[in-house]
């Protein structure tokens, strides 16, 4: 007898709040204090939200999260930090997760809490979760099957190959798939489909 499976969660699975989209919001442009309402929808029908409030002075930024899990509520406080970007050019925001102190753009809902993902055990990429076969299959099929839009973007109108007599990094990139996907012999995906 064959024993039950166990799929564990994966972080693709979860939701999440990004510093990324609170800028687009305008939640932490200004100072002051700034409600709102985040909501995550599948197909266009909303299936979840939770309210936010952002606090923003000279001497801390952090988000308030209200919302009910499991009919259980929930509020609790994230402090956001500034770091020196490493290109020398501003500052880049991070989340502190209140479970582990560690910085991270991204704080994932899983368990009934907003935290980093290192805070879950068990919580994986899905990648992680493909065999090794499946794993090399893949690499396979993606360098055999390029999509249109490496084609699309290797031969635009004003790409540029060359910038002071060197190829560009992007241009010997680009050129590097394509040479790649080049190089199957005609019938490969049949071949590794047959398989």
Known sequence: MGRYANYPATVEDCLYLSIKKLKEWDYLTYNGTKS?????SRNGTPHSNIGIKVTK?????FIVLDYK????PKNYKVKIISKPSNLGKGEVLYFVCPNTGKHCRKLYLHSGYFLHREAFNGLMYSKQLE??????????FDACYLSDDVYEERFKKYFKTHYNGKETKRFKRLNNKILKA???PVGTIEKLLMM
Not at 131 to 140: A, E, P, Q, T, V
């Open 36 to 40: 709102g309402t985040v909501s995550w």
């Open 57 to 61: 002075n000279d001497f801390e930024t």
């Open 69 to 72: 899990c499991n009919g259980e």
């Open 131 to 140: 065999s090794k076969k499946n794993r090399d299959l893949g690499k396979i």
């Open 182 to 184: 080049d190089s199957f």
